[in-house]
Nanobody
Framework: QVQLVESGGGLVQPGGSLRLSCAAS????????MGWYRQILGERRELVAS???????NYADFVKGRFTITRDIAKNTVYLQMNSLKPDDTAVYLC?????????????????WGQGTQVTVSS
């Protein structure tokens, strides 16, 4: 059974940092592309960052240079390091898994989703 469980969200001041984790179970992480999306209430989900089965990464323009996606194969966990956070980064962040043996995710995201973790950037 595929499960994705996000953690690490919270309240942080502008300019601060957070590291989100996505603990995956029920499949082998390195076989699948993984990604982080975010959603503001009432709006469509948008891609933040993704990592392919080959380890290649892709970032939305609005996070380039600030966020980093990584994975730990041994722990079956994907991370999103978020630095220089801005109030506009406030959203629910969701982890998703794509189809196997791909180095990309489709624009709408993958087949499976976690429940999300809230990130609030405010002074």
């Amino acid at each position: 059974q595929v499960q994705l469980v996000e953690s690490g969200g919270g309240l942080v001041q502008p300019g601060g940092s957070l590291r989100l984790s996505c603990a995956a179970s029920g499949f082998i992480l390195e076989t699948y592309p993984m990604g982080w999306y975010r959603q503001i209430l009432g709006e469509r989900r948008e891609l933040v960052a993704s990592i392919g089965d080959d380890g290649s990464t892709n970032y939305a323009d609005f996070v380039k240079g600030r966020f980093t996606i990584t994975r730990d194969i041994a722990k079956n966990t994907v991370y999103l390091q978020m630095n220089s956070l801005k109030p506009d980064d406030t959203a629910v962040y969701l982890c998703t898994r794509g189809r196997p043996y791909k180095n990309y995710l489709p624009p709408q995201g993958g087949e499976y989703w976690g429940q999300g973790t809230q990130v609030t950037v405010s002074s």
